[in-house]
């Protein structure tokens, strides 16, 4: 397992009353503005944003793990229900009212559950994934990610338990790697960001691949709360050199329809890498804060 960076928080854990543990991370300054992250596809807390940004922000970017990654027990029950839950009672123990939300990549239907359950003040999608078994979007899916969605629908028990034996790390990592653009791919191989990236993997793998697989098929199925039906605002954030094809086949464009109050901002030379690029003005925003956003390439 890869060593965490040194400035890596340590991990906070809370009982459940099933038995389990849910963990989280708290990365900035103490007394910053609560925010929420969503982390994307099989990673932990161990992977944060720049503590200088929360700083200057005022942000304390609170990064909880899904069930079976990172600090978090498994849970065979895992769904995003039982994920609403389990942040309901860390924001429960730590006093804090319903908080700005990031979903990032994968986060992002986790994030969506959250605003769904009154459980988010407002929503941040960044380089999100779709709901990619909407038909609209579903028709714009490269071949393999439209099997992929057609095959968690057909047997999802029979998906998880193949795609399993086939994912682990370091596969996850090159599969990255081999999904995005240039400009992603040299952000991501940092020795910084690559050392925090990859323990993060680690981390979200330390208790087997079920945790990563299920969050695969939960986010591939029909979302259970619509975006038609969020009423949280929202802003999605999408680079338009983004290549990985399980985000948006159209960078948002139809999920900033689908989404009552929504604002979309496209950086036409960003990536997937936008959360890393783009902080502050990212958190300027969950943070309403117009003087704190720094000029940005927006449309």
Do not use: N
């Not at 965490?4 to 007394?31: N, Q, Y």
């Not at 910053?32 to 940004?53: E, F, K, N, Q, W």
């Not at 579903?138 to 999802?156: G, H, N, Y």
């Amino acid at each position: 397992m890869a060593s965490l960076p040194p400035d890596t928080p340590p991990i906070a854990r809370l009982a459940r009353p099933d038995g389990r543990w849910v963990g989280w991370r708290a990365w900035g300054p103490a007394d910053g503005a609560p925010v929420l992250l969503c982390a994307g596809a099989a990673t932990s807390s161990a992977l944060g944003v720049d503590v200088d940004a929360l700083a200057a922000c005022g942000a304390r970017l609170l990064c909880v793990d899904r069930a079976g990654l990172g600090g978090s027990s498994p849970d065979p029950h895992k769904s995003f229900a039982r994920w609403c839950d389990d942040v309901a009672a860390v924001l429960r123990h730590l006093a804090i009212a319903p908080p700005p939300v990031i979903g990032c990549s994968q986060g992002a239907p986790f994030a969506v559950a959250l605003a769904g359950a009154g459980l988010a003040a407002r929503l941040a999608l960044v380089a999100g994934q779709d709901e990619l078994a909407h038909p609209p979007v579903r028709a714009q899916l490269i071949p393999p990610v439209a099997a992929m969605v057609d095959a968690i629908a057909a047997d999802v028990a029979a998906f998880e338990a193949d795609f399993a034996t086939r994912v682990d790390a370091a596969g996850m990592l090159a599969l990255v790697l081999a999904m995005s653009g240039p400009g992603d791919r040299a952000y991501y191989q940092r020795p910084a960001f690559a050392a925090a990236y990859r323990a993060a993997l680690d981390e979200g793998f330390a208790q087997g691949a079920a945790a990563y697989v299920r969050d695969v098929t939960l986010a591939m199925r029909p979302w259970p709360v619509p975006p038609e039906a969020i009423a949280t605002p929202v802003t999605l954030w999408y680079g338009g050199a983004d290549t990985s094809p399980v985000h948006s086949p159209d960078h948002g464009a139809g999920l900033a329809a689908r989404f009552p109050r929504a604002t979309r901002r496209l950086f036409p030379d960003e990536g997937g890498a936008i959360l890393w690029t783009q902080t502050r003005a990212i958190l300027a925003d969950c943070l309403d804060d117009p003087a704190a956003r720094p000029p940005t390439p927006m449309r």
